[in-house]
């Protein structure tokens, strides 16, 4: 992902495990020293799913499955959200952060919504993974599942009764 005219990517030894590394396109890679890395090894750690948001890099930061969600500014990191929740896929709609979360502590995947401010839940879509619930669920976790059209977000959802359909999304109502 670039972000202020640098590439950052995540790169993986067997010694260190999970880095992120920045590249400027003339020096060798380096790698970057404003996450602390301590303890992370042997696959423990990660971090991916980078997207640029208002100004900042976002990614999710996962240590021994405890998941986050972090932004940098360009000088120092900050934790949007740190729960329950396995996040997936990052996408920029209208001026807004959305992501797909799995939480642990309620009843399955859901799509969230951030501002820049708050991370919001975005209603009447229950992602289960096994539809227990009958309700509907997200089936594609990358971004060529989301895509805009007439300032509207369209992605794939299932239920148990309709079966995969279109869902669209236009900032307020599913």
């Not at 992120?20 to 799913?49: D, H």
């Not at 986050?68 to 896929?89: C, H, M, P, Q």
């Not at 289960?128 to 989301?146: I, P, S, V």
């Amino acid at each position: 992902m670039v972000f202020n005219n640098l590439l950052y990517f995540t790169a993986r030894d067997s010694v260190e495990g999970y880095e992120i590394w920045q590249y400027n396109g003339i020096n060798p890679p380096q790698l970057v020293n404003w996450l602390n890395f301590s303890n992370i090894n042997n696959a423990q750690g990660s971090t991916g799913y980078f997207k640029v948001y208002n100004n900042k890099l976002i990614f999710v930061y996962n240590y021994n499955g405890n998941m986050a969600l972090k932004e940098f500014d360009g000088f120092s990191v900050n934790t949007i959200l740190s729960a329950a929740l396995s996040y997936r896929n990052l996408y920029v709609f209208n001026n807004k952060l959305y992501v797909v979360g799995a939480c642990y502590l309620c009843d399955g995947l859901r799509l969230w919504e951030y501002d820049g401010v708050s991370m919001n839940l975005i209603p009447n879509l229950l992602m289960t993974e096994d539809n227990l619930l009958g309700a509907n669920w997200l089936t594609g976790f990358e971004d060529e599942y989301f895509t805009e059209f007439q300032n509207e977000l369209y992605f794939t959802a299932y239920d148990t009764t309709h079966g995969y359909e279109i869902w669209k999304y236009d900032g307020s109502v599913a």
